[in-house]
């Protein structure tokens, strides 16, 4: 059974910091590119940033500069460092694995539940 298992939202004032941490099991972490998503209310669920399996990552333009992806292949984990903060950054944040198809096996994506982040002072 795959679990992708996010953590290290909550509360946090404006200019704070914050890292997520997406703990995953069940799939072969090391071929999935691992994303971050996030949604605010009302509002469509958005990319905010990716990193391959070779480790080239990509960002949204309202977090370039703040916000750091990173994973670690022999923990199964994938992290989102989050530094000054802004308030429209408050949304819920969810976790990502996907593998595009290849001539032998289906595309794979799968989600975590989602962890809060709150910007506010």
């Known amino acids: 059974q795959v679990q992708l298992v996010e953590s290290g939202g909550g509360l946090v004032h404006p200019g704070g910091s914050l890292r997520l941490s997406c703990a995953a099991s069940?799939?072969?972490?090391?071929?999935?590119?691992m994303g971050w998503y996030r949604q605010a209310p009302g509002k469509q669920r958005e990319l905010v940033a990716t990193?391959?399996?070779?480790?080239?990552?990509n960002y949204a333009d309202s977090v370039k500069g703040r916000f750091t992806i990173s994973r670690d292949n022999a923990k199964n984990t994938s992290y989102l460092q989050m530094n000054i903060l802004k308030p429209e950054d408050t949304a819920v944040y969810y976790c990502?694995?996907?593998?595009?198809?290849?001539?032998?096996?289906?595309?794979?994506?799968?989600w975590g539940q989602g962890t809060q982040v709150t910007v506010s002072s």
């Open positions: 069940g799939i072969a972490f090391s071929i999935y590119t």
């Open positions: 990193v391959t399996t070779a480790g080239s990552t």
């Open positions: 990502n694995a996907e593998r595009l198809a290849t001539p032998y096996s289906p595309r794979r994506d799968y």
